[in-house]
């Protein structure tokens, strides 16, 4: 296992992108996530990677967590090899999962997340390399 990526909400990723670049570390990808109201870029840093997430509308995940808290790191991301597994063992040991079946996120990975009541506070995503 390794942390696959931090995801960091921002209200603007051209704008936050020029950081990331004073930085010598540039987009290596961007998409959208329909069904999440998102658009995702990855930064390769090293094997891990920085997440830029822009919210696609205000009533969306990232919208609403923006509204809250404002910008900043919404989640860490974990990989992980059998992520049903994963999840039916840390149901099985009575940790609040948000997503009890994988879906699926940028990428193209199988991603589930584990509620922050359960992990410290910090929202924690599991992700499946479906490549």
Same mark, same amino acid.
């Not at 990526?5 to 921002?10: F, K, N, P, R």
């Not at 009541?117 to 599991?126: A, M, T």
């Given at each position: 296992?390794?942390?696959?990526?931090?995801?960091?909400?921002?209200? @603007? !990723?051209?704008?936050? +992108?020029?950081?990331?670049?004073? =930085? #010598?570390?540039?987009?290596?990808?961007? /998409? $959208?996530?329909?069904?999440?109201?998102?658009?995702?870029?990855?930064?390769?840093?090293?094997?891990?990677?920085?997440?830029?997430?822009?919210?696609?509308?205000?009533?969306?995940?990232?919208?609403?967590?923006?509204?809250?808290?404002?910008? @900043? !790191?919404?989640?860490? +991301?974990?990989?992980?090899?059998? =992520? #049903?597994?994963?999840?039916?063992?840390? /149901? $099985?040991?009575?940790y609040?999962?948000?997503?009890?079946?994988?879906?699926?996120?940028?990428?193209?990975?199988?991603?589930?997340f584990?509620?922050?009541?359960?992990?410290?506070?910090?929202?924690?995503?599991l992700?499946?390399?479906?490549?």
């Amino acid at each position: 296992m390794k942390i696959d990526h931090i995801g960091i909400a921002v209200e @603007s !990723i051209e704008k936050v +992108a020029q950081f990331y670049k004073d =930085l #010598e570390l540039d987009i290596c990808h961007t /998409e $959208e996530v329909k069904d999440q109201q998102v658009k995702a870029s990855m930064i390769m840093i090293g094997e891990s990677r920085i997440e830029l997430l822009e919210s696609l509308s205000p009533e969306g995940p990232i919208g609403k967590f923006i509204a809250k808290k404002g910008p @900043s !790191i919404h989640h860490i +991301a974990i990989e992980v090899q059998n =992520l #049903e597994a994963k999840l039916k063992e840390l /149901e $099985e040991k009575g940790y609040s999962l948000i997503d009890k079946t994988p879906r699926m996120g940028a990428g193209g990975n199988k991603i589930a997340f584990v509620h922050p009541k359960s992990s410290g506070g910090v929202l924690i995503e599991l992700c499946e390399k479906c490549k």
